[in-house]
């Protein structure tokens, strides 16, 4: 049995290639008897559990068709599909995790997160993942028709990624000082997220912290397999 990780894959409708290269992936290197850990921005956007068109129905089935199977996936919450439910975890046959999540692993304490809690020198991110993250918010945001949820979640993006723009690129990776104090806290000998798109893996105090790739030209996944964790990349 392996276990797989794998994180900001950012599927949508108009990038038909990301999930061919995820179909390709689920059914060619994962089999019935394995574990995968998707965590966080799966999908470029989730607006509800009730949102539903002919590119959702196909990831759909596409992971119903490997749970039914046998195959144990876990989601987490993104900074994109934060909004992922158990409505559809039950669908498909997956299960939600919180962010962090600790499990034991080959004697080994692992932490998955997404890795946007660690950006904490984005003051404005954290401002605003506070403010999605807020039950009230989401409780709000989800009494709204489709359509003007749809209208909100593309104003959202547009801010961000005007916002983004004008960013030093070092505030938007994560913070050293926050990932040391979680490692410490949480006692962990390993630290495994995604979310800055900056593939690595980086020696923390001697605990390493690996980071998943976002999907594009590559496909970065990390396999557990006899015992190690490896990072790998490659061509989709």
């Known amino acids: 049995m392996s276990i797989f990780f794998i994180s900001d894959l950012h599927l949508e409708q108009n990038k038909p290639h ?15 008897r394995d574990e995968l850990f998707i965590l966080g921005d799966f999908f470029e956007q989730w607006i509800g559990d009730d949102n539903e068109d002919n590119f959702i129905k196909g990831i759909k089935n596409i992971l119903k ?32 995790l919180e962010d962090p999540f600790i499990f034991n692993l080959n004697e080994k304490k692992i932490m998955l997160m997404h890795g946007d809690s660690l950006c904490t020198d984005d003051k404005d991110y954290q401002e605003f993942r506070n403010l999605v993250r807020n039950e009230d918010w989401q409780k709000d945001f989800l009494s709204k028709n489709l359509k003007e949820r749809k209208e909100v979640a ?13 960013k030093d ?27 800055t798109h900056r593939p690595d893996i980086h020696d923390e105090n001697g605990v390493p ?9 590559f496909l970065w996944f990390i396999e557990s397999s006899k015992g190690d964790l490896h990072l790998v990349k490659e061509k989709i």
């Open 209 to 217: 912290r690996m980071v998943l790739g976002d999907w594009g030209d």
């Open 154 to 166: 593309k104003s959202l993006r547009e801010i961000s990624s005007l916002e983004n723009k004008t």
């Open 18 to 32: 990301l999930t061919k290269a995820f179909e390709n992936f689920i059914n060619s290197k994962v089999n019935s």
């Open 169 to 195: 690129e070092a505030i938007m990776d994560v913070n050293k000082e926050e990932v040391v104090k979680i490692i410490e806290n949480h006692s962990i000998d390993v630290l495994i997220h995604g979310h």
């Open 65 to 96: 068709l490997k749970t039914a199977g046998g195959l144990k996936i876990y989601f987490m919450h993104g900074n994109r599909d934060f909004l992922i439910g158990d409505k559809f975890c039950k669908e498909v046959g997956a299960k939600l």
